[in-house]
């Protein structure tokens, strides 16, 4: 009914590293260097109000095995690779969870598993994705990792068993994708913004149905607030609504 402007907010997060999706190792240097630069233009992609300049991982980047033959520290000794160097190891921190934090609480309370593969897997950078209400990264390594949204199952000893989605971003267009927009859209916090309006300049229109008269009142109420810029429209009664705000959208211009 009516209609204000919003900023959105969010505290910067982390992404964390899905170790998972290390396997399947790349066969050789090119299937690595493919991989790593796919990684790494993911990690540019991702949208810099929301997530900070940092991954976390639970060990040392340079352990993570990349092919066969190498981990990431081996990999970047060929001069061809270390333009990752120092764009990847500065872009790193540690652990997953902070000891004694309720996050590592819950971790060690529960058991958090992803199918994969038609096999349940225990994960860890999911599970502190998760419990940090992020988002986890990781490589394109198989068709299961080049999807963004996965399900994660819950253990627990007390409450049974639940599931629930975890975003894995592993291409830099999952950033633009309907399903990450969602994400981000309720993982934001508004801000309303304040109108410069007087009540007297604000449109007020409403449908032609019964009960014109009591809305209109209403309506000139709803434009005294300095949040309110306009009334667009009014909707049929529905006796059994029990919210307010039916919607919100989001005005990319404002």
């Given at each position: 009914m009516g209609q204000s402007t919003a900023k959105t907010g969010l505290r910067m997060k982390s992404l964390f590293f899905n170790e998972l999706s290390v396997y399947p190792l790349a066969n050789d240097f090119t299937e690595a260097y493919q991989k790593i630069g796919n990684f790494y233009r993911t990690y540019k992609a991702r949208p810099e109000n929301l997530f900070d300049r940092?991954?976390?991982?639970?060990?040392?980047?340079?352990?993570?095995?990349?092919?066969?033959?190498?981990?990431?520290?081996?990999?970047?000794?060929?001069?061809?690779?270390?333009?990752?160097?120092?764009?990847?190891?500065?872009?790193?921190?540690?652990?997953?969870?902070?000891?004694?934090?309720?996050?590592?609480?819950?971790?060690?309370?529960?058991?958090?598993?992803?199918?994969?593969?038609?096999?349940d897997k225990e994960c860890y950078g999911l599970a502190?994705?998760?419990?940090?209400?992020?988002?986890?990264?990781?490589?394109?390594?198989?068709?299961?990792?080049?999807n963004l949204v996965h399900s994660i199952i819950v253990k627990s000893e007390f409450s049974g068993q639940s599931s629930d989605n975890i975003l894995c971003v592993s291409k830099p267009e999952h950033f633009?994708?309907?399903?990450?927009?969602?994400?981000?859209?309720?993982?934001?916090?508004?801000?309303?913004?304040?109108?410069?309006?007087?009540?007297?300049?604000?449109?007020?229109?409403?449908?032609?149905?019964?009960?014109?008269?009591?809305?209109?009142?209403?309506?000139k109420r709803l434009v005294n607030s300095?949040?309110?810029?306009?009334?667009?429209?009014?909707?049929?009664?529905?006796?059994?609504?029990?919210k307010f705000i039916r919607d919100i959208t989001f005005d990319d211009q404002k």
């Open positions: 940092r991954i976390t991982l639970d060990d040392h980047i340079e352990n993570i095995q990349i092919s066969r033959q190498m981990n990431f520290r081996e990999f970047i000794m060929n001069p061809r690779a270390r333009i990752f160097r120092d764009i990847l190891y500065g872009t790193t921190r540690r652990p997953f969870f902070l000891e004694g934090s309720q996050e590592e609480s819950k971790y060690l309370q529960n058991k958090y598993l992803i199918r994969h593969n038609h096999e502190a994705a998760y419990l940090h209400d992020s988002v986890g990264i990781g490589f394109a390594s198989d068709a299961v990792w080049e633009s994708s309907e399903n990450f927009k969602k994400w981000e859209n309720e993982h934001t916090e508004l801000e309303l913004v304040e109108t410069d309006l007087l009540p007297l300049q604000k449109h007020i229109n409403l449908r032609d149905d019964h009960g014109k008269d009591i809305l209109h009142k209403f309506s300095r949040y309110i810029e306009s009334v667009i429209n009014s909707l049929p009664f529905k006796p059994k609504e029990k």
